[in-house]
Antibody, heavy 118, light 109 residues
Framework: EVQLVQSGAEVKKPGESLKISCKGSGYSFTSYWIGWVRQMPGKGLEWMGIIYPGDSDTRYSPSFQGQVTISADKSISTAYLQWSSLKASDTAMYYC???????????WGQGTLVTVSS | EIVLTQSPGTLSLSPGERATLSCRASQSVSSSYLAWYQQKPGQAPRLLIY???SRATGIPDRFSGSGSGTDFTLTISRLEPEDFAVYYCQQYGSSASLTFGGGTKVEIK
């Protein structure tokens, strides 16, 4: 069974750093892209970027380029989304997704809620 | 980057009625690489339709997708209570740009 299991909810202060994770199982982790999707409170879905764990090829949405870093450790089938300096506006639910070229997001993680507040 | 515009923002209907949701792209979506997702409160989205008109595994046949080029439609033939949710379209013709529409909320009238 394909599963994407994300790390737990986080509460941080502005200016702090954060790295959240997404562990894939039940499929060949290095053969699919892993993407990240943001959903701000009461708002829609925003695609942030994707990484191909096989070779670490990474693509970012222009809206998120330079704002976050996506990485992966294929040895433990885990992808990451990190911030170096959080802002209150980063408060959102973040989902990881599985993707293959020319195919939609067929599996979603359960989401990680990030709250940034002073 | 392709921009997807969904309409209406909210659709107020009764169970048993037909729902018609629209997704318009700012430029042609290649080979109909257009998907629809359903999201219920407190849940992750789930894939409903891919390739503009193919139902994902386990999706009831009351859900159907149509369209090509820049205009796409999701139709729910007879709304069941569990269908009241938010629906998003997404284009996936390029892994460099996997944009979503703004969503349509289908609410109980």
């Amino acid at each position: 069974e394909v599963q994407l299991v994300q790390s737990g909810a986080e509460v941080k202060k502005p200016g702090e750093s954060l790295k959240i994770s997404c562990k894939g199982s039940g499929y060949s982790f290095t053969s699919y892209w892993i993407g990240w999707v943001r959903q701000m409170p009461g708002k829609g879905l925003e695609w942030m970027g994707i990484i191909y764990p096989g070779d670490s090829d990474t693509r970012y949405s222009p809206s998120f380029q330079g704002q976050v870093t996506i990485s992966a450790d294929k040895s433990i089938s885990t992808a990451y989304l990190q911030w170096s300096s959080l802002k209150a506006s980063d408060t959102a639910m973040y989902y990881c997704v599985r993707h293959v070229r020319l195919w939609p997001f067929d599996y979603w993680g359960q989401g990680t809620l990030v709250t940034v507040s002073s | 980057e392709i921009v997807l515009t969904q309409s209406p923002g909210t659709l107020s209907l009764s169970p048993g009625e037909r729902a018609t949701l629209s997704c318009r792209a700012s430029q042609s979506v290649s080979s109909s690489y257009l998907a629809w997702y359903q999201q219920k409160p407190g849940q992750a989205p789930r894939l409903l339709i891919y390739g503009a008109s193919s139902r994902a595994t386990g999706i009831p046949d009351r859900f159907s997708g149509s369209g090509s080029g820049t205009d796409f439609t999701l139709t729910i033939s007879r709304l069941e209570p569990e269908d009241f949710a938010v629906y998003y379209c997404q284009q996936y013709g390029s892994s460099a740009s996997l944009t979503f529409g703004g969503g349509t909320k289908v609410e109980i009238k």
